[in-house]
């Protein structure tokens, strides 16, 4: 069974102080691991996938990274606005979004 | 694009009560999910639609649950009769699929349900 685990469950930062989110994961076969942001209140946005080992995508202050165990999120120079949870899925040999339980990061001014 | 747009955004009803939980999909995908959240067990697929037809229906928790896809542009799911621990969020995603290739699922707004 596929198995997502993010950590750190919580993290505060204060603005302007980078910091990473952790992905690890088991899965028989990734074809794809997508990083989504949710706000209180909303649905999951999607924010990147990654394919295979090395890859990387950057969208502003976020940049991902993929290993073969793991995916980083990285936050450089936090703003308020990048307050969210953070939410990391894993997909195999089929259709299904296997979710971790997130990881709620707090930036504050 | 409107996105993913769904109905109503929230919904109280009493245990024993039907309830019809709607989605309207972004034009032009194929495939349709539908999810529930909540703290405890975070977000799980309830039931996966591929050109409206039901694929996969293995995480309806029970009978009581029921989806429908009548059309590519409506899809309905439905809970009778609902019952306290059915309070939630629903959440609908569509995402285009075509043969291997694997596409990002775009997510509604959702539904929060309570049941008293």
């Known amino acids: 069974e596929d198995q997502v685990t993010q950590s750190p469950e919580a993290l505060r930062l204060q603005e302007g102080e980078s910091s990473s989110l952790n992905c690890s994961y088991t899965?028989?076969?990734?074809?794809?691991l997508f990083w989504y942001r949710q706000d209180p209140g909303k649905g999951p946005e999607f924010l990147f996938t990654?394919?295979?080992a090395g890859e990387e995508k950057e969208k502003e202050r976020l940049k991902a990274t993929l290993t073969k165990k793991e995916s980083f999120l990285h936050i450089t120079a936090p703003k308020p606005e990048d307050s969210a949870t953070y939410l990391c899925?894993?997909?195999?040999?089929?259709?299904?979004?296997?979710f971790g339980a997130g990881t709620t990061v707090t930036v504050r001014a | 694009d409107a996105g993913v747009i769904q109905s109503p955004r929230h919904e109280v009803t009493e245990m024993g009560q039907e309830v019809t939980l709607r989605c309207k999909p972004i034009?032009?995908?194929?495939?349709l999910f539908w999810y529930r959240q909540t703290m405890m067990r975070g977000l799980e697929l309830l039931i996966y639609?591929?050109?409206?037809?039901?694929?996969?229906d293995s995480g309806m928790p029970e009978d009581r649950f029921s989806a429908k896809m009548p059309n590519a542009s409506f899809s309905t799911l439905k809970i009778q009769p609902s019952e306290p621990r059915d309070s939630a969020v629903y959440f609908c995603?569509?995402?285009?699929?075509?043969?291997?290739?694997?596409?990002?699922?775009?997510f509604g707004p959702g539904t929060r349900l309570t049941v008293l």
């Open positions: 995603a569509s995402s285009f699929a075509h043969g291997a290739e694997i596409y990002e699922q775009f």
């Open positions: 899965v028989s076969g990734l074809r794809g």
């Open positions: 990654l394919y295979s």
């Open positions: 899925a894993v997909q195999a040999y089929d259709y299904k979004l296997s």
């Open positions: 034009s032009g995908h194929n495939s």
């Open positions: 639609f591929n050109n409206n037809v039901p694929i996969d």
